[in-house]
């Protein structure tokens, strides 16, 4: 199976500062093939189902605010929330959609400092 | 707007077998694009993939649960299905259903909102 690392576990940012959340995976999750990086980002609020919010690691899901970005390819990825919104408050996760069994990171909580 | 909804007992005894269904509504589970899948969270936990299933019955498990689940789709009900048998306390978490998008490991695009599954005696 392929790991999903995180980093950093949580981490605390100011309203409308920027929020930076690091994945890596323990192979390439490149596929030559079409050149896309087959890597996920969900947000997970208390109480409810994850939500989709970025896939092939840099393409926003329809309805979500293009505060959310994501960059990286082969096997290091990052997720960034430009300008924290109070709404924002929940656990990230990534994942990989590479191969099966697809593999999620363990998590990153952010909170408002 | 596409919505899956599970049911099942939030309860079950140890040794026994989980079983849980999945009721899409507002959508077709025949349709080529997608598979449909269970995805679990135990408590405070991170999130685990169990498995899917193809509309025409193809299934894909993860390794670490592949003698214990099956899971199983019923077109005419618009339904799917997980049974886990032989469970433990270390089965208890909060399952999913979920679809899949292009393949049987593909991005998540819609969750259910999910249930508790308590295994105890």
């Known amino acids: 199976d392929i790991v999903m690392t995180q980093s950093p576990d949580s981490l605390a940012v100011s309203l409308g500062e920027r929020a930076t959340i690091n994945c890596k995976s323990s192979?390439?999750?490149?596929?030559?093939?079409?050149?896309?990086?087959?890597l996920a980002w969900y947000q997970q609020k208390p109480g409810q189902p994850p939500n989709l919010l970025i896939y092939?690691?840099?393409t926003r899901e329809s309805g979500v605010p293009d505060r959310f970005s994501g960059s990286g390819s082969g096997t290091d990825f990052t997720l960034t929330i430009s300008s924290l919104q109070a709404e924002d408050v929940a656990v990230y996760y990534c994942?990989?959609?590479?191969?099966?069994?697809?593999?999620f990171g363990q998590g990153t909580k952010v909170e408002i400092k | 707007q596409l919505q899956l909804q599970e049911s099942g007992p939030g309860l079950v005894k140890p040794s026994e077998t989980l079983s849980l269904t999945c009721t899409v509504s507002?959508?077709?589970?025949?349709?080529?694009?997608?598979?449909w899948g269970w995805i679990r969270q135990p408590p405070g936990k991170g999130l685990e993939w169990i498995g899917s299933?193809?509309?025409?019955?193809?299934?894909y498990y993860t390794p670490s649960l592949k003698s214990r689940v099956t899971i199983s789709v019923d077109t005419s009900k618009n339904q799917f299905s997980l049974k886990l048998t032989s469970v433990t306390a270390a089965d208890t978490a909060v399952y999913y259903c979920a679809r899949h998008v292009g393949a049987a490991s593909g991005r998540t695009d819609c969750w259910g909102q999910g249930t508790l599954i308590t295994v105890s005696s």
């Open positions: 192979q390439s999750v490149l596929y030559p093939s079409n050149n896309k990086n087959y």
């Open positions: 299933i193809y509309y025409s019955g193809s299934t």
């Open positions: 507002a959508g077709s589970i025949s349709t080529s694009t997608y598979y």
């Open positions: 092939w690691a840099s």
């Open positions: 994942q990989q959609h590479y191969q099966t069994p697809p593999t």
